[in-house]
Nanobody, 128 residues
Framework: EVPVVESGGGSVQEGESLSLSCAAS????????MGWFRQYPGKEREGVAA??????????DYGPSRKGRFSLSEDRAKHILHLEIRDVKPEDAATYYC???????????????????WGRGTLVSVIS
């Protein structure tokens, strides 16, 4: 199993910005699609954003409370994928997981059924 490792979780003030990072191996980063999911207690994981090795991005920012607040950025040299959340809201409090799948499409890295590799997750708490 090829690991991915999340970092950057913790407590964040409502209204501030948050950046989460996912480090992967060179092989994973260049051959797999990668995505971010979040999970509320007792709920299923939901896809937030994903990208493939060509840089195609899929961001699930449906609804007025999410629109425009999520973005992805990459440090290709270090094989790190960042998830940025702007104007953090209480609803963003969750465990965030990085994931990967051996496909060249972000659309297969934003639903759990195709994921082959999961990180351990990083917890985000929001201070109101």
């Amino acid at each position: 199993e090829v690991p991915v490792v999340e970092s950057g979780g913790g407590s964040v003030q409502e209204g501030e910005s948050l950046s989460l990072s996912c480090a992967a191996s060179s092989f994973t980063y260049n051959a797999y699609c990668m995505g971010w999911f979040r999970q509320y207690p007792g709920k299923e994981r939901e896809g937030v954003a994903a990208t493939d090795s060509d840089g195609t991005i899929d961001i699930r920012d449906y609804g007025p409370s999410r629109k425009g607040r999520f973005s992805l950025s990459e440090d290709r040299a270090k094989h790190i994928l960042h998830l940025e959340i702007r104007d953090v809201k209480p609803e963003d409090a969750a465990t965030y997981y990085c994931a990967a799948a051996p496909y060249r499409s972000p659309y297969l890295c934003i639903t759990t059924e195709w994921i082959k590799v999961w990180g351990r997750g990083t917890l985000v708490s929001v201070i109101s």
